[in-house]
């Protein structure tokens, strides 16, 4: 190998600096966001030798604790009878792909987009959304959501110092969050968050015997074709589409209605069906379980999570909603023993996507 390289050419390879980099970003749209205008870091740093501001951020994102416990957390089904069902990481993966389709389609910053996409569920608590049912009543009035969490994971418990326009477009990569994002690679993520969850939701709904082909609605059948790839083929062709029109990242008004119309279906069908109600019961019940012992029992917290000057109720959450499913599950054994809940939770658990 050390032989090969030396009789490369030397023309066979070229320098791709940062310089080179934020050079080339001059060609993308006008409205996409260029690394070198970043707002910058809340601490500032001499830039890289080689990789962006948002390429930097990525990596570390990819590198921190929290986005590697995403493979043990829940996204729909919890402990499927199966490999192949849609977990936390891998559902992060696909909004990336899909953020960066988006993003190279429309001339955008796909570095930035990619880096959001990936940075933007890491604050999920276990047994996925219905963890923000579990840990709002410690929070009134507001209640605790999900994106407000991941943004303190990487400013404060893995303090990473990302660049602005990340911790803005995870912020609010959820359409429930105002205002949204600043920049159009963050309304990339938006998008993208909803086209994989419905897509991937829908195949997990299938595979476990929920749904069938023909359950689905009548007009998002006939928009987008059989639950599949044609799915996020179709949505992203439409959000192409219509914001090369528009200007800006948006879908066209039918199709939106569509998506809506089949997000409301499973979330009736799915998330918030009366068996799966029954399940996030227990899921919530495991949680505040832990919320409680943990408040009770603050030496019980990880010193990780106590050495900043947050309440007792921060600090337990931040714990708390750290926890993988499985961890969550032999915490409360620890704590409980044995209960229903806990055990009810093994045979499976449904959460709802956004």
């Known amino acids: 190998m050390i032989g090969a390289m030396e009789t490369t050419p030397a023309t066979a390879l070229r320098r791709r600096d940062r310089l080179a980099r934020e050079a ?9 966001t260029r690394s070198s205008a970043s707002r910058g ?3 500032e740093e001499a830039p890289d030798e080689f990789r962006t501001a948002y390429e930097r951020d990525r990596d570390r994102i990819i590198h921190a604790k929290a986005f590697r416990r995403l493979k043990h957390k829940t996204q729909v089904f919890l402990h499927p009878d199966g490999d192949h069902f849609i977990t936390r990481l891998t559902h992060t993966l696909q909004v990336a792909q899909i953020a960066r389709a988006l993003a190279a389609a429309l001339s955008l910053n796909e570095p930035l987009a990619e880096t959001i996409a990936l940075g933007h569920d890491v604050g999920h608590t276990p047994f996925g959304h219905t963890g923000e049912e579990a840990l709002s009543p410690y929070f009134p009035p507001d209640g605790w959501h999900h994106a407000a969490q991941s943004v303190r994971v990487f400013e404060v418990l893995e303090d990473l110092n990302l660049s602005w326009e990340v911790r803005d477009g995870i912020r609010a990569h959820s359409w429930r969050i105002e205002p949204p994002p600043a920049t159009p690679e963050g309304a990339c993520v938006r998008y993208a968050d909803r086209i994989a969850y419905l897509t991937h939701d829908a195949l997990d709904a299938m595979r476990a015997g ?23 083929g179709e949505m992203i062709d439409s959000v192409v589409e219509h914001s090369l029109r528009s200007g800006r990242v948006e879908m066209d008004a039918p199709t939106l209605a569509v998506m809506n119309d089949l997000r409301a279906f499973m979330f009736e069908r799915v998330y918030q069906s009366a068996e799966q109600r029954r399940k996030q019961r227990d899921a919530i019940r495991v949680l505040q379980d832990l919320m409680d012992h943990h408040m009770a029992h603050p030496d019980e917290i990880p010193s990780t999570f106590r050495q900043h000057a947050a309440p007792l109720t921060v600090q337990a959450a931040d714990y708390v909603a750290g926890m993988t499913d499985r961890y969550a599950l032999a915490a409360h054994h620890r704590i409980k023993g044995p209960t229903a809940e806990a055990t009810a939770l093994l045979a499976g658990v449904a959460s709802d996507g956004d």
């Open 24 to 32: 080339e970003e001059e060609r993308l749209s006008p409205i996409a």
């Open 41 to 43: 870091r809340v601490r």
């Open 210 to 232: 929920v749904l069938a082909v023909d359950s689905f609605p009548h007009a998002a059948l006939e928009r987008f074709g059989p639950p599949g790839r044609g799915w996020i």
